[in-house]
């Protein structure tokens, strides 16, 4: 049976070689490409998809929330998380948040292609290092993401904050009050023991790898 594959990449090279990799690696696959995550929402609306090649900073993505976002849509579709980011540093908030593998954009041919197969074949990739990780943040008391202390309000207020939106910006695209803005950002600040966007910045960069 045929697979369907979509690959999201912004970087036209990417898309094209891993595209040209999986036909000539894997048998009996369709790839579709997306450069940007509001047409890959969009085409998932459309087109039943096997798996998804997610980059991490595509245009108008949003971090880990991009995974729920993606499988209140297709609730079968796999994802692996394909990045220029070590899995040791940034692999555990994607896993956790319901993708299906990680893998390291400098990651030769075999590696790519035994990941996907993996997944095709399993439903989920993970290498030593990654199971590593997720049991270190499973017994370790204190989180390594410190933004998991915010619900999921906070954490979206956050990501628009880092993007570079204003309170009145927010409150219009969450369609909440402008007061109701300032008080999560009070809260967001309070919780992460933090004084300004700059350090918000800095905890997102350090922990998602947005891109700014």
Request: with cysteine.
């Given at each position: ?8 990449d ?11 990799i ?9 790839i ?7 047409g890959?929402l ?13 980059d991490?900073?595509?245009?108008g ?26 899995e040791?540093?940034?692999a555990?908030?994607?896993?956790i ?9 400098l ?5 790519l ?8 074949k ?10 590593n990780e997720l049991?270190?943040?499973s017994?370790?008391k ?10 999921k309000r906070?954490?979206e ?5 880092v ?23 009070n ?14 910045i ?11």
């Amino acid at each position: 049976m045929q697979k369907e594959i979509l690959i999201v990449d912004d970087h036209l090279v990417v898309r094209t070689g891993v595209s040209i990799i999986l036909e000539e690696k894997i048998k009996n696959v369709a790839i579709s490409t997306k450069d940007n995550y509001s047409g890959t929402l969009d085409f998932l609306k459309k087109k039943k998809i096997d798996l998804i090649i997610l980059d991490i900073n595509i245009p108008g993505g949003r971090n880990t929330a991009m995974i729920e976002e993606i499988k209140n849509i297709q609730p079968d579709v796999k994802i692996l998380i394909f990045s220029v980011y070590e899995e040791e540093t940034h692999a555990c908030p994607y896993i956790i948040a319901g993708a299906n593998g990680y893998l390291n954009k400098l990651s030769d041919k075999k590696m790519l292609v035994n990941a996907i197969d993996t997944i095709l074949k399993t439903g989920n990739y993970l290498t030593p290092n990654i199971v590593n990780e997720l049991v270190k943040a499973s017994t370790n008391k204190t989180s390594n993401d410190p933004l998991e202390k915010l619900s999921k309000r906070e954490r979206e207020i956050s990501e628009l904050l880092v993007k570079g939106d204003g309170n009145i910006e927010i409150a219009n695209k969450l369609s909440i009050q402008l007061t109701t803005v300032s008080t999560h950002k009070n809260k967001i600040f309070n919780k992460l023991n933090i004084k300004n966007i700059v350090e918000l910045i800095g905890l997102f960069n350090k922990t998602n790898g947005i891109n700014i």
